[in-house]
């Protein structure tokens, strides 16, 4: 059969995303993914500077998704598909353009792990993400902010003269457009996917991609790269490197994924003239492997181990009796903790290629490394020669600027905001301005009349926009409480901190829509130091919230059923005004007053903040754990245990999160029970 490229719809039980976190998020989640500065010192140079290139501060100007629960129910997803006689692939352009399946006809083989549910949880740079499949990760080190968001799509003519689907977006972390060009050649084994970076800025941009593939693990799955040493890295924030496949003298083969104890990184030293490639094979030596131009230098295994958090960690992601997973993974530097820079209107582009692989057995699972990696080194030069890969590359170039032709799927309206700003020329990456939508509205007016509007009647404010042309505009513009309260958070993004202050202080005396500003002073005086002033100012934080928010919706309903999901229900628009967005508003600033109270001992103040939570709310699980808390300052363990011991689940518990453990053990000396156990590292 010719290629085809199709729409079509999966059906998958999934937990619905739920609403915007819509307090701006002015740190990180507690990312687990950073070096201890003294462990930095030991690396090559080259590493340690770029470790240390450009951090990212927050996620901003992006949103925290957090409003997701754990109770699924039957949902459809826009998908498209393409499809040879000898492969299917089936991407989610609504969840980041993610490869949801590839289907290896003639054998029947699902060559990617594939989730048989869509289950939202907190490991993405901005809370959800969800396993399986092949993703797009851009931006900065961790899972894209795009996990579970719209990329545009369309059809594009293909090198070989059919048709290939593009994926585009603007990512926002680090205002970069972005391309994935998918394509089967007609008779193909082997998905081939065209990526590309752009920087069409006047500044050098830091850059960050990996592609990461989720493949089924068993007892005798191996994972192969051309490597002989790998930098482990353990969730103890140290990276060092060490010899592949066996790591310590007398230590089990970390090439095997279920042989490891506990979760860990290993980032595969690949020599620089050696073919870049890395593969997952099982006891019969079949399996899939990965293949790309030498730009994509980088080759990684992430395996969860066989401990309980790790084996936690994967029934948390799926449903029972679905098989674990590993990751393979391929990047732009060696590790995943590197940004690296891309020189103004420059851009980095290189292909991939995905497809089955069958080895020797005997070889693929010989003691004997060498001999195992150079089985499927010959075996991938035999069924997709190097040279072939090269020059699928240079024959895509061409058509990396093809303009698309029929539209599948609508992302964001963030890039066309940018290129309605600055007219960037982007060939191949249109960004319309029929996609601005509401939440772009006030920022086009900023741009247009050097004003951003003020609602007319109070409501949670909208997203921010934080690089230096908008915050040049903010500060420019009227000095109105709504301005100064979007430009403190574009100081803040940019390090200048004290002067973020002095903006929001500037709001807070004029403002009649208090508790934002609020809010934002708190989380200075954390960072500051200051825990007093942060309960003082998370206080009237909450106050204000409380009273305005109190004839808006957020306690009328009651105390009917619900899920841990929040509310459905419309958003208000661009500034939130809708119900949704009221009580989204009202659970996240609750969820950070409570332990700002907790931790300077004002429990009893702590304890009214529970106390006026909507009832829908406080069933939620991260708010039953909360209230284990309150219980324990108040003194009251035997009912702290009680909450433990009725079960909860906290939908958005964070990726290396030890916080449930650490209350348990203060409660009791009795072993944690299992189904709270997600340490991803060994104690002490």
Same mark, same amino acid.
């Given at each position: ?162 048709? #290939? ?307 040049? #505009? ?10 100064e309260y979007h430009l403190g958070v574009a100081q803040w993004h940019a390090g200048d901190l004290a002067q973020a202050v002095r903006s929001w202080e500037r709001g807070l005396r004029r403002a009649t829509s208090r508790w934002p500003l609020l809010r934002c002073l708190a989380v200075a005086d954390q960072q500051g130091g200051h825990p007093g002033l942060a309960a003082d100012h998370y206080a009237a934080a909450f106050d204000s919230l409380y009273e305005e928010s109190g004839s808006r919706g957020p306690r009328e309903k009651g105390t009917g059923g619900t899920d841990d999901s929040a509310d459905d229900g419309a958003d ?19 969820r950070e007053a409570i332990p700002a109270l907790l931790a300077v001992d004002r429990t009893a103040e702590a304890r009214g903040v529970w106390d006026r939570l909507p009832p829908e709310v406080r069933r939620r699980g991260a708010f039953r754990f909360a209230e284990a808390q309150l219980l324990l300052a108040e003194g009251e363990k035997a009912a702290a245990r009680a909450v433990f011991d009725a079960g909860f689940e906290v939908p958005d518990l964070r990726e290396g999160a030890e916080t449930l453990g650490e209350v348990w053990a203060a409660l009791t000396d009795d072993p944690l029970p299992d189904a709270y156990e997600f ?6």
């Amino acid at each position: 059969m010719a290629t085809t490229v199709r729409r079509a719809v999966l059906t998958l039980p999934a937990a619905p995303l739920g609403p915007e976190n819509p307090l701006p998020a002015l740190r990180t989640l507690d990312e687990a993914h950073t070096v201890d500065e003294r462990a930095r010192r030991k690396l090559p140079s080259d590493m340690a500077r770029q470790i240390g290139y450009e951090p990212l501060r927050t996620p901003l100007p992006v949103r925290i998704l957090d409003g997701y629960g754990r109770e699924r129910r039957e949902t459809d997803f826009d998908a498209i598909v393409i499809e040879n006689d000898r492969l299917r692939a089936t991407v989610l352009p609504g969840l980041g353009g993610r490869v949801h399946s590839l289907h290896h006809k003639p054998t029947g083989r699902e060559l990617v792990y594939r989730n048989p549910v869509s289950q939202p949880a907190c490991f993405a740079l901005n809370g959800a993400w969800f396993s399986g499949g092949i993703e797009w990760n851009i931006g900065a080190t961790g899972h894209t902010t795009l996990s579970c968001a719209p990329v545009h799509a369309a059809l594009v003519p293909a090198p070989d003269g059919g048709e #290939m689907l593009r994926l585009w977006e603007w990512e926002r972390l680090r205002d970069l457009p972005f391309q994935v060009d998918l394509w089967l050649p007609d008779g193909s084994d082997f998905l081939y996917v065209g990526a590309r970076i752009r920087n069409p800025h006047e500044r050098t941009a830091p850059v960050y991609w990996w592609s990461n593939i989720a493949v089924e693990e068993d007892e005798g799955t191996r994972v192969l790269a051309p490597a002989e040493s790998a930098w482990h890295f353990g969730y103890e924030r140290r990276l060092r490197e060490v010899p592949v496949p066996v790591a310590e003298p007398g230590g089990t083969d970390h090439t095997y994924p279920t042989r490891a104890e506990f979760p860990a990184d290993y980032f595969y030293e690949v020599p620089g003239g050696a073919r870049k490639w890395i593969a997952s094979l099982d006891a019969r030596g079949t399996g899939l492997v990965h293949t790309s131009t030498d730009t994509l230098r980088g080759r990684k295994l992430f395996l969860w181990g066989t401990g309980r958090g790790g084996r936690n960690w994967q029934r948390w992601l799926t449903e029972p009796g679905t098989p674990g997973y590993a990751e393979i993974q391929a990047g732009l530097a060696r590790t995943q903790l590197e940004h690296i820079p891309l020189e103004a209107e420059g851009e980095l582009s290189w292909l991939e290629a995905y497809g089955p692989l069958t080895a020797d057995p005997e070889a693929v699972h010989a003691d004997d490394w060498d001999r195992a990696r150079t089985e499927v080194t010959e075996r991938l030069e035999a069924v997709l020669p190097r040279a072939d890969v090269d020059a699928a590359y240079r024959a895509w170039l061409p058509y990396a600027d093809a303009e698309p032709g029929e539209r599948l799927a609508a992302g964001s309206g963030w890039g066309a905001l940018e290129v309605l700003r600055a007219g960037y020329k982007l060939p191949g990456t249109p960004f319309e301005e029929s996609t601005l939508g509401e939440e772009q509205e006030p920022w086009v007016e900023l741009l247009t009349t050097g004003m951003l509007p003020v609602p007319d009647t109070a409501v949670p404010p909208g997203p921010t926009l934080v690089a230096p042309h908008w915050r040049d #505009m903010l500060e420019t513009a009227l000095d109105e409480p709504l301005t100064e309260y979007h430009l403190g958070v574009a100081q803040w993004h940019a390090g200048d901190l004290a002067q973020a202050v002095r903006s929001w202080e500037r709001g807070l005396r004029r403002a009649t829509s208090r508790w934002p500003l609020l809010r934002c002073l708190a989380v200075a005086d954390q960072q500051g130091g200051h825990p007093g002033l942060a309960a003082d100012h998370y206080a009237a934080a909450f106050d204000s919230l409380y009273e305005e928010s109190g004839s808006r919706g957020p306690r009328e309903k009651g105390t009917g059923g619900t899920d841990d999901s929040a509310d459905d229900g419309a958003d208000g628009g661009a500034e939130g005004g809708g119900r949704a967005a009221w009580t989204a508003a009202t659970a996240a600033l609750g969820r950070e007053a409570i332990p700002a109270l907790l931790a300077v001992d004002r429990t009893a103040e702590a304890r009214g903040v529970w106390d006026r939570l909507p009832p829908e709310v406080r069933r939620r699980g991260a708010f039953r754990f909360a209230e284990a808390q309150l219980l324990l300052a108040e003194g009251e363990k035997a009912a702290a245990r009680a909450v433990f011991d009725a079960g909860f689940e906290v939908p958005d518990l964070r990726e290396g999160a030890e916080t449930l453990g650490e209350v348990w053990a203060a409660l009791t000396d009795d072993p944690l029970p299992d189904a709270y156990e997600f340490r991803m590292r060994p104690k002490g």
